[in-house]
């Protein structure tokens, strides 16, 4: 089943889609990704979306006009995915994540825009989409769903090993009996913010501003002070926590500060959350993924706070760096379609695992395939 999974993270710099051939042998997936690709926002939707995030404050209009903006450009970037790499049965929409509301430890809701049925229209295929709704329902946190993909892709794996995803917010699964999934803080929300507000560039790229930095002790103490770092997990957090305006604050706090060492601070900061929770599970084998692997600089960090820690990027067990996020919501589009339950209660919090999200009718009858008997263990990636 060709299965095309798209989403928009917590960087919201643009849509990654991947088109993924998924069979099953046996407890296996055998995935072969057809290709990956990134389609960024266009500039006024996305400052749109800007200034609809945390801390902003918007009415219903705004609501709904990213709803219908993000649908058309997650519908054309889907049509730009059959067009490179062939056509698809199902898709997948994580949407972009409006508004994750955290009472605490608690999840109350959580809110995606991009409505599917621009995709549905636009292919004529079955869409599935708000994925983390019914998990928050059962009292989980909604997130990370991205878990599932770690566990079946660390099966096997000789040690402790954990999977590490440094996208916007970053997230560790460490596999185990149960295993154990949540966000551990940022990774690089608060760089791209400071490089954003100082350059009007999106990112650091290659880690170059940091490189240039240095660490101001004083306010990486202060950022490392942050209550949610000591919550136990399971936890999630977001841009309702990690926002702009923290950067405000530590100006206010700390004049003068250059933006290379405000980044290079804010890389340490990264840094040193990830590799405390690493440490905490004893992890030898740590499996990275997601835009901030690309970053030298806080890859370098990591390896020289986690000297003992294997470091490996997902190609090297045939899972893309880039497009991780956009396969692991392929895989779990293709769950939901077969009637297969895939969230981890011990990894989201919730009483249960449950089969995921609603799906929107494609433009003929919806016709969907008797559920399977079989939950895959294991996954298999190739090219």
């Known amino acids: 089943m060709r299965v095309l999974g798209m989403i928009s993270g917590t960087s919201h710099d643009a849509i990654d889609t991947a088109l993924v051939d998924i069979r099953q042998h046996g407890d296996r997936l055998d995935c072969r990704v057809l290709g990956t690709g990134a389609t960024p926002y266009p500039a006024e939707l996305r400052r749109e979306l800007v200034e609809a995030l945390p801390p902003g404050r918007v009415g219903l209009d705004a609501v709904c ?14 049509q730009r995915a059959v067009a490179e790499h062939g056509p698809v049965d199902l898709v997948c929409s994580h949407g972009q994540t409006l508004y994750h509301w955290v009472d605490g430890r608690d999840v109350l809701g959580t809110l995606q825009v991009g409505q599917p049925a621009w995709i549905a229209e636009q292919l004529g295929v079955p869409v599935v989409a708000d994925l983390r709704a019914r998990d928050v329902a059962a009292g989980g946190q909604g997130a990370p769903l991205v878990a599932h993909l770690d566990v079946l892709l660390l099966a096997g794996l000789p040690g402790r090993a954990a999977a590490l995803n440094l996208g916007g917010i970053a997230n560790i699964t460490v596999a185990g009996d149960p295993p154990l999934a949540y966000d551990t803080g940022p990774a690089n929300a ?49 841009k309702e926590l990690f926002h702009p305006g923290l950067l405000d604050d530590v100006h206010t706090r700390h004049p003068g500060l250059s933006l290379p060492d405000l980044v290079a601070t ?27 692997v690309r970053n030298p600089v806080l890859t370098g960090m990591l390896r020289e706070l986690l000297p003992k820690v294997r470091l490996l990027r997902s190609e090297e067990l045939g899972l893309p760096a880039d497009a991780k996020e956009a396969i692991a919501f392929a895989v779990l589009g293709w769950h939901t379609f077969h009637g297969l339950p ?35 263990t294991a996954i298999a990636f190739s090219s």
């Open 190 to 238: 608060l760089i791209d913010a400071a490089v954003l507000a100082a350059t009007g560039a999106p990112y650091d790229d290659g880690g170059r501003i940091a490189a240039e930095g240095r660490i101001r002790q004083g306010l990486l103490d202060e950022l490392l002070d942050e209550p949610y770092y000591r919550l136990p997990p399971p936890k999630t957090t977001g």
């Open 342 to 376: 895939a969230t981890l209660p011990s990894c989201t919090g919730a009483r249960g695992s449950r089969v995921l999200g609603s799906l929107t009718p494609g433009a003929g009858p919806l016709r969907l395939p008797a559920p399977l008997a079989t939950l895959p």
């Open 65 to 78: 006009r990213l709803d219908t903006g993000i649908g058309r450009a997650f519908a054309e970037a889907a």
């Open 266 to 292: 804010l890389t340490a900061l990264t840094a040193r959350t990830v590799a405390a929770e690493v440490e905490r599970h004893g992890v030898t084998t740590l499996v990275a993924s997601g835009g901030g």
